[in-house]
């Protein structure tokens, strides 16, 4: 008789705030909140958290922030830590049903287990002081005495989501290939605790080269959400059942990523991407915009836009050029084109060629090269005095 009833039909997704949440793992809530979109269902996320630690409590908020920054919304957050009292039960009642036994082996020791302490006596037990596991019985679907409770008395991975996803009523989780062995031990541990609902386990390629990157680290080198979550969701948003074979890999491509970025960026309206550079107008959104032809990152472009506004010193080789520049551009009138302005600065300084090209570009643009003065002069003429301050 099945003592657990199923409430809820709902998905779940799974991260541990253990460390920076990685590409492959912000894909798999990507995918989970589509077909929990798509199907009418509710998200729920579970932390992880095994033992707490004030690190955890850290990364948590890193981690739900993250979920927010990408649209991922969920009906329900739950912890793993909070059943922790009903994973010791759990395991209890599997010793008493003799689905799992006490093992005094070592942690370490070789997989698939050999058995060496499953015929064990309760005698002898008891009569062990020695530290240890316990580990499930071997069945037609695993072959291998994998661990649920370590000698620390914490759960496994394995055996917790077994348990949490039965206690929550989850019916559905998406996950990649890799862990598609992971899904008949815990259908294992629900079985043997008499819970008989079926879990939907659905799979999805690999993402190859995905661990490298934690998706805070996209995010600080400048990288949008919206090109982050296109770009991981155009490798693949379809799903097959654990019978069924998945796609082969797909790989994580920076420079494919870059792409899209830049597509993201010249998609933004001006001043939704001068306010993501920091500042509050439409045509600084518009310089930025030509600065995507080289460049494919908000933080690159920003470096860019930021050297402009900076306060600048005068150039070295060229101090009195740049001071005699900078002072008449700081008293000269209004000029709606760049020629008319060049040509004003040109007479009144009489300064030619390089004395006068090289300072001014250094005063305007806060290097020595990259977009011609006469394309930049239409976004910034109205800042002129700011910008050579």
Not at 21 to 32: H, K, N, Y
Not at 69 to 85: H, T, V
Request: charged share 25%; net charge negative; hydrophobic share 40%.
């Amino acid at each position: 008789m099945n003592s657990f009833q199923r409430s809820l039909t709902m998905v779940r997704f799974s991260v541990a705030p253990t460390h920076d949440i990685l590409v492959s793992e912000l894909r798999i809530a990507l995918l989970s909140a589509l077909y929990a979109q798509q199907k009418n269902l509710p998200l729920i996320v579970r932390m992880e958290d095994g033992k707490r630690s004030e690190e955890m409590e850290r990364r948590e908020d890193e981690l739900l922030e993250i979920l927010s920054l990408f649209g991922i919304s969920y009906s329900q957050l739950y912890y793993q830590s909070n059943n922790f009292k009903y994973h010791l039960q759990f395991a209890s009642t599997l010793l008493d049903r003799k689905k799992a036994f006490i093992c005094f082996c070592a942690e370490d020791k070789a997989s698939p287990y050999d058995g060496a302490c499953e015929p064990l006596s309760n005698e002898e037990i008891l009569n062990n002081p020695s530290p240890f596991v316990i580990r499930m019985k071997p069945s037609s679907t695993t072959s291998d005495s994998f661990t649920i409770m370590q000698r620390d008395k914490y759960p496994t991975a394995i055996f917790a989501r077994a348990c949490d996803d039965m206690l929550q009523g989850v019916s559905t989780l998406i996950r990649e290939e890799s862990h598609k062995e992971d899904a008949s031990k815990e259908s294992l541990v629900r079985e043997a605790l008499g819970y008989e609902e079926a879990l939907n386990y659905l799979y999805v390629p690999n993402l190859e080269n995905a661990e490298r990157w934690s998706v805070k680290a996209l995010l600080d080198e400048g990288f949008m959400p919206e090109a982050i979550a296109r770009y991981l969701l155009a490798l693949g948003t379809e799903w097959q059942r654990c019978e069924e074979q998945t796609n082969t890999p797909v790989a994580f491509e920076k420079e494919a990523l870059r792409q899209m970025n830049r597509a993201c960026i010249q998609n933004l309206s001006d001043m939704e991407l001068s306010k993501r550079l920091g500042y509050a107008c439409e045509n600084i959104g518009k310089l930025a915009k030509l600065y995507t032809n080289t460049l494919n990152t908000t933080a690159e472009i920003k470096v860019k836009i930021d050297a402009i506004f900076s306060k600048k010193e005068p150039l070295c080789g060229f101090e009195t050029e740049s001071k005699t520049l900078q002072k008449l551009i700081l008293e000269a009138p209004y000029f709606e084109s760049y020629d008319a302005f060049e040509a004003y600065l040109a007479e009144k300084s009489a300064l030619k060629a390089e004395a006068f090209f090289t300072p001014l570009y250094v005063l305007f643009m806060g290097e020595k090269s990259g977009l011609a003065l006469a394309q930049t002069y239409p976004f910034l003429k109205n800042y002129l005095k700011e910008i050579v301050r």
